[in-house]
């Protein structure tokens, strides 16, 4: 059993780790509700605060990141900036801060999303993050120390959220969170490093 921080809890893809972790020891962290500590990802000292309450833990999972959605052409700086500081920033600040504290051998999987290789209307900022983090996660794993591995999973829309996002994704099919729960699984369980775990229709 690993000590396990899954950020984003109460969400529907935070839903979908939790599928994936149930053998494992859970720390529920998010912005508000009903979690065991509430943590800001834009914030480094959230994030460090959150580390140095939590102590001891083997892996970190995420499933947030803020994205704005406009067109490019009416996108402005303000919604670029706080797209990247959540989806993209906050993300990797979890792992500069989190390597400090992370156990020897533990893992972080991070989320990104599908939109930056199907890309849709009004979705640039989210699929422009998106393809950072992946990147990030491919570049990054290659200087990671003690053993520590990093992954992101890239899923489609969800089953769960299809009434939210469904009509902004025409031709897209949903899965459902039980099976991104298996990606999560994986990253957390497995011996991979540095992959992007697709998970498509």
């Known amino acids: ?107 972080f999987t991070l989320i990104s999303g599908i939109l930056n290789v199907k890309p849709i209307p009004f979705a640039i900022a989210d699929a422009t993050t998106s393809g950072a983090i992946d990147t990030f996660v491919r570049c990054v794993s290659l200087e990671m120390s003690r053993g520590t591995r990093i992954n992101v999973v890239n899923p489609t829309v969800l089953e769960e959220a299809w009434g939210v996002y469904g009509e902004m994704m025409p031709g897209f099919q949903p899965v459902p969170g039980k099976l991104v729960g298996k990606a999560f699984e994986r990253s957390v369980d497995g011996f991979i490093s540095g992959e992007v775990i697709f998970v498509d229709a």
């Open 1 to 107: 059993m690993k000590t396990v921080i899954l950020i984003g809890a109460q969400g529907k893809m935070g839903q979908a780790a939790l599928a994936g972790l149930s053998k494992h020891k859970v720390i529920t962290a998010g912005r508000s509700g009903d979690v065991d500590h509430i943590v800001d990802i834009t914030s480094e000292q959230s994030i460090a605060e959150l580390y140095k309450k939590v102590g001891y833990f083997d892996a970190v999972v995420n499933t947030v990141g803020l994205c704005e959605y406009e067109t490019f052409a009416d996108m402005s700086e303000a919604q670029w900036m706080s797209t990247i500081m959540s989806k993209m920033m906050g993300q990797i600040n979890l792992v500069r801060i989190g390597q400090k504290y992370i156990a020897d051998g533990g893992s």
